[in-house]
T-cell receptor, first 113, second 118 residues
Framework: AQSVTQLGSHVSVSEGALVLLRCNYS??????LFWYVQYPNQGLQLLLK??????LVKGINGFEAEFKKSETSFHLTKPSAHMSDAAEYFC???????????FGKGNQVVVIP | GAVVSQHPSWVICKSGTSVKIECRSL??????MFWYRQFPKQSLMLMAT?????????EQGVEKDKFLINHASLTLSTLTVTSAHPEDSSFYIC??????????????FGPGTRLTVL
């Protein structure tokens, strides 16, 4: 069964500093990987996704993630944090032919001015 | 991407009453919709998967008689919380599922419904 591990429920980052959120997955077949962002009292918005092809994926708001099969990882980064990046971030995995998503526990990002 | 709406965005009800939440796929036909529940500071928990024209598939531990799901059309799924109790207070989120190119199993999420049971 597919699963996702996100470590560190709360992540504090200074404004202008690198944002790094780690995601490791488990899947028996090649995975589809997603990062979603959630602002308070809102639904989830897709940041980026990996299905096939280029392993470095660029998303919205300056975020990017790299799929590393050997490490079963899909870490999310942004070079310079902005105050508006304060939100909850979820990594999720699914598999071709199975559209159920398995979510990680999420990372609450706090941006310090 | 596709747009999914939910109504209402928030609802307060008395214990013992039933509450219906609507999830609409506004600009594409969703053969599959998902219903999630999210407690404060926690991840999304899948409650059930609904397929248009057939019975919903509930996750283990979710009471199907308490959380009634209807997916009568390709654009509308409803979740009814029957005989609501304070422990049912939560944030409920629906999503429309896709498959194949170009969406590749991406789910499009509604804005969520905050249910408070007094």
């Amino acid at each position: 069964a597919q699963s996702v591990t996100q470590l560190g429920s709360h992540v504090s980052v200074s404004e202008g500093a690198l944002v790094l959120l780690r995601c490791n997955y488990s899947s028996s077949v090649p995975p589809y990987l997603f990062w979603y962002v959630q602002y308070p009292n809102q639904g989830l918005q897709l940041l980026l996704k990996y299905t096939t092809g280029a392993t470095l994926v660029k998303g919205i708001n300056g975020f990017e993630a790299e799929f590393k099969k050997s490490e079963t990882s899909f870490h999310l980064t942004k070079p310079s944090a902005h105050m508006s990046d304060a939100a909850e971030y979820f990594c999720a995995v699914t598999e071709e032919g199975n559209n159920r998503l398995a979510f990680g526990k999420g990372n609450q990002v706090v941006v310090i001015p | 991407g596709a747009v999914v709406s939910q109504h209402p965005s928030w609802v307060i009800c008395k214990s013992g009453t039933s509450v219906k939440i609507e999830c609409r796929s506004l600009d594409f036909q969703a053969t599959t919709m998902f219903w999630y529940r999210q407690f404060p500071k926690q991840s999304l928990m899948l409650m059930a998967t609904s397929n248009e024209g057939s019975k919903a598939t509930y996750e283990q531990g979710v009471e199907k008689d308490k959380f009634l799901i209807n997916h009568a059309s390709l654009t509308l799924s409803t979740l009814t919380v029957t005989s609501a109790h304070p422990e049912d207070s939560s944030f409920y989120i629906c999503s429309s599922g896709t498959s194949g190119y170009p969406y590749d199993n991406e789910q499009f999420f509604g804005p969520g419904t905050r249910l408070t049971v007094l």
